[in-house]
């Protein structure tokens, strides 16, 4: 069975200074591999998705994400947190990947950007 | 373009009540999807649909029921509630498998 893991439950830092939220999979083939976002009272947010070809992808806000197939990582990064940033960030496998068909989303990182 | 719209926000139910969810997009997409959200615990899918006429069980469908009509709606029906269905339910919707899935802003569930 497909899944991934996020290590940590809440990730602070401080407004200026780079960020990494840590996901970890395990998906049998070639994964696809997506983050999400999601603001208080809201729902989920596409940020970027991993299907082929290079990498580090780029997604909304600044986002990026760098993909380790050695390590079996997705690490979500930006350059400079925003105090804006802060929210819950789920890490997710899509349907129909490594012969699943059920979505599988980690139990999610909050991020907290301190001013 | 509206998305991905749920109804209702908020409830509350007593024990033994049922209700439905109602989800509706305006996106065309075929793929749909019904998940709850508990605190620390991620999104567990309840059912999903790959079109309509089209449902199937997700990993947490006891005591959920769905059906999917037209293209649009996907309702989800609790027809027995129990405390242990409170919690934050959200419908999506997707063009394809592999592809994005698109949220709504879900409906806040308590069950007394």
């Known amino acids: 069975a497909q899944s991934v893991a996020q290590p940590e439950d809440q990730v602070n830092v401080a407004e200026g200074n780079p960020l990494t939220v840590k996901c970890t999979y395990s998906?049998?083939?070639?994964?696809?591999l997506f983050w999400y976002v999601q603001y208080p009272n809201r729902g989920l947010q596409f940020l970027l998705k991993y299907i082929t070809g290079d990498n580090l992808v780029k997604g909304s806000y600044g986002f990026e994400a760098e993909f380790n197939k050695s390590q079996t990582s997705f690490h979500l990064k930006k350059p400079s947190a925003l105090v804006s940033d802060s929210a819950l960030y789920f890490c997710a496998v899509p349907p129909y990947t490594g012969g699943s068909y059920i979505p599988t989303f980690g139990r999610g990182t909050s991020l907290i950007v301190h001013p | 373009n509206a998305g991905v719209t749920q109804t209702p926000k908020f409830r509350i139910l007593k024990i033994g009540q049922s209700m439905t969810l109602q989800c509706t997009q305006d996106?065309?997409?075929?793929?749909m999807y019904w998940y709850r959200q508990d605190p620390g615990m991620g999104l567990k899918l309840i059912y999903y649909?790959?079109?309509?006429?089209?449902?199937d069980k997700g990993e947490v469908p006891n005591g959920y029921n769905v059906s999917r009509s037209t293209t649009e709606d996907f309702p989800l029906r609790l027809e027995l509630a129990a405390p242990s269905q409170t919690s934050v339910y959200f419908c999506?919707?997707?063009?394809?498998?592999?592809?994005?899935?698109?949220f709504g802003d879900g409906t806040r569930l308590s069950i007394l």
């Open positions: 649909s790959v079109g309509a006429g089209i449902t």
């Open positions: 999506a919707s997707s063009q394809g498998a592999n592809q994005p899935q698109h």
């Open positions: 996106m065309n997409h075929n793929y």
């Open positions: 998906v049998s083939g070639n994964p696809y």
